[in-house]
């Protein structure tokens, strides 16, 4: 699978995934040849580029719950792009709350773990596709949590506004994605502080939506100490994790995103900043160290995942590809020997899969 620029498209390259309109009406199967007409009209659409079959790969299984993510993904990025677009020019929203509660009928009531895939992001983009991409990760934690719908729905609608003044930095900062320096942080903060002061002066938004967005951004500048009385909302805490883990692992045109993983055990080593239990909500929320996920241990030795760790994510069952060696990491005398240094990624950042090895195994057994 590789990644062709819009402008690069050729006759007869075949669909690594699928193409949808903003209602999510499917345009394009996977698989599908691109005709000239069909090249025009990714253009159109703004889009980036594609992902493109190599000539003689096969179309990589994809469940049908993936298949609804990217497709729902798809609309929701149209959708909150009219919605943000309205706020900033003073005009009222039309389906900002029809979107939160589609984000949680869908996410914020499951029980099972999803496959959390990553979408790739232009400048152009970036803040409708993170936006819609924490709100969707704050309902699958706040479900872990127990939450009352009243509760997701403030949590979800902060997710969707928290950054929203960023819609507003001058291009040349934008074009920095997250990776600003000293100077960068004060213009983004005097815009977030702008976009802050629109999202405050709106009338129909709950006092709470407001309150989650003001300590988030507190949070996010470093000034966790100066949140009210020290009293951080759980929401916020959540919104807090969401958005970080977003933001490191996005796949974006210029630099690399972290992996799950890198990320999850960022969050642990930083316990001052994000709230255990929030991680925890997390880890139980996506899938990341499943049985089949192809690994690196921190002997360079690649591996498969055997068995999840249900009790610490960072300690399954892994099989050694080179030696055919089981390592078991819930085993204290093997953990302090062996560690899961990453995951292996394909090229749209899917997590590497190797069923056949793992039915392989399973079958050995």
């Not at 002997?299 to 995942?305: A, R, S």
Request: charged share 25%; proline share 2%; with cysteine.
């Amino acid at each position: 699978m590789i990644f062709v620029k819009a402008d690069d498209l050729k006759w007869g390259m075949r669909l690594a995934k699928p193409i949808y309109n903003k209602s999510g009406v499917l345009l394009y199967e996977r698989n599908t040849r691109l005709t000239l007409q069909g090249i025009e009209s990714v253009k159109n659409f703004g889009l980036l580029g594609l992902y493109i079959l190599e000539p003689a790969e096969p179309v990589p299984p994809l469940s049908d719950e993936d298949l609804d993510f990217e497709r729902f993904q798809t609309m929701a990025v149209f959708s909150i792009r009219e919605e943000l677009g309205n706020i900033l020019a003073g005009k009222a929203t039309v389906n900002l709350k029809r979107l939160a509660n589609a984000i949680i009928v869908n996410y914020g009531r499951l029980d099972h773990k999803i496959s959390f895939t990553q979408n790739l992001r232009s400048t152009s983009d970036y803040v409708y596709k993170h936006v819609i991409n924490t709100a969707i990760l704050a309902a699958l934690i706040s479900a872990q949590l127990k939450y009352k719908q009243s509760e997701q729905e403030s949590l979800v609608l902060a997710s969707l506004l928290h950054d929203i003044g960023k819609l507003m930095l001058p291009n040349k900062i934008r074009d920095k994605y997250d990776d600003y320096d000293e100077n960068d942080m004060v213009i983004v903060k005097k815009f977030q502080s702008d976009g802050l002061g629109l999202i405050q002066n709106d009338l129909k938004l709950e006092d709470e939506v407001k309150e989650i967005i003001a300590q988030f951004h507190k949070m996010a500048y470093g000034e966790r100490k100066a949140v009210s009385g020290g009293n951080i909302l759980l929401s916020t805490d959540v919104l807090y994790v969401a958005d970080a883990f977003d933001r490191m692992t996005c796949m974006r045109l210029q630099g690399e995103s972290q992996s799950e993983i890198s990320t999850i055990k960022y969050f642990l080593a930083n316990r001052e900043s994000y709230d255990d239990e929030v991680v925890e909500a997390l880890v139980h929320s996506i899938n990341i160290l499943t049985p089949g996920v192809c690994i690196e241990l921190n002997n360079h030795e690649k591996g498969l995942v055997v068995k999840e760790n249900e009790n610490n994510i960072l300690r399954p069952v892994v099989l050694g590809f080179t030696t055919n060696q089981i390592y078991d990491l819930s085993d204290n005398s093997t953990y302090r020997r062996y560690q899961i240094a990453d995951i292996m990624k394909t090229m749209d950042n899917r997590v590497k899969i190797d069923k056949e090895r793992l039915n392989e195994f399973l079958n050995r057994k």
